[in-house]
Nanobody, 125 residues
């Protein structure tokens, strides 16, 4: 049974930082590209950061590039998103997702096979 379990969300003030984690199980984690998506109230879900199966390539949405860092540990089957200099606009539910290669690096949601339940991030001004 495939499971993606996000954790690490919370409430912070603008300028603060958070570290999100995603624990994967039930599939060959190291064979899949991974990504973080987010969805704010009243808005469509959008891609935030992605990483290739081996971890050698990463890609980011322009709105978070330079502030967020995605990484993975294929030995521990975990995915991490480090978020710095958070802004109120970053408030959203954050989801991790898995995509079997080839991966387009374009955050095409229909390409992602597995999704977690999400963790809430709230940034206050």
């Amino acid at each position: 049974q495939v499971q993606l379990a996000e954790s690490g969300g919370g409430s912070v003030q603008a300028g603060g930082s958070l570290r999100l984690s995603c624990a994967a199980s039930g599939y060959t984690y190291s064979s899949y590209c991974m990504a973080w998506f987010r969805q704010a109230p009243g808005k469509e879900r959008e891609g935030v950061a992605g990483i290739s199966a081996g971890g050698g390539s990463t890609w980011y949405a322009p709105s978070v590039d330079g502030r967020f860092t995605i990484s993975r540990d294929n030995a521990q089957n975990t995915l991490t998103l480090r978020m710095f200099d958070l802004e109120p606009e970053d408030t959203a539910m954050y989801y991790c997702a898995a995509d079997f290669p080839p991966c387009t690096m374009e955050f095409k949601q229909y390409e992602y096979d597995y999704w977690g339940q999400g963790t809430q991030v709230t940034v206050s001004s």
